[in-house]
């Protein structure tokens, strides 16, 4: 059983940066797809980065160039290095583990597969970018 738990969220002014991390705890002996997920105030869910078993990044759109996903040599811990920040970075951010060997994230944000093959969330940490 894995369990993920985000930190690293806070309030940062325009421009500004974070880093979030996610820690994994439980089974971590095989290696699979880990994401990023955001949700705005009033939106939907949305996809920001993900990495694969095999190291492949993918990144939506509203965040390629900013916000870099990455993980230990361990594969405990997920990171996003987000820079650059912008108001509508705000929301709630939330790792997800997808126990595949491969996944993405499409240019719109969407998800490669189906929500049901993110079996493990974590309960998310708060971003907020003040203009």
């Known amino acids: 059983q894995v369990e993920l738990r985000e930190f690293g969220g806070g309030s940062v002014q325009s421009g500004g940066s974070l880093r979030l991390s996610c820690e994994s705890s439980?089974?971590?002996?095989?290696?699979?797809?880990m994401g990023w997920f955001r949700q705005a105030p009033g939106k939907e869910r949305e996809g920001v980065a993900a990495?694969?078993?095999?190291?492949?990044?993918t990144y939506a759109d509203s965040v390629k160039g900013r916000f870099t996903v990455s993980q230990d040599n361990t594969r405990n811990t997920l990171y996003l290095q987000m820079n650059n920040l912008k108001p509508e970075d705000t929301g709630m951010y939330y790792c997800?583990?997808?126990?595949?060997?491969?996944?993405?994230?499409?240019?719109?944000?969407?998800?490669?597969?189906?929500?049901?093959?993110?079996?493990?969330w974590g309960p998310g940490t708060l971003v907020n970018v003040s203009a």
């Open positions: 990495i694969g078993a095999g190291g492949d990044t």
């Open positions: 997800a583990a997808d126990f595949a060997y491969s996944c993405k994230i499409g240019h719109d944000g969407s998800y490669s597969k189906p929500d049901t093959y993110l079996e493990v």
């Open positions: 439980g089974d971590t002996s095989t290696n699979y797809c």
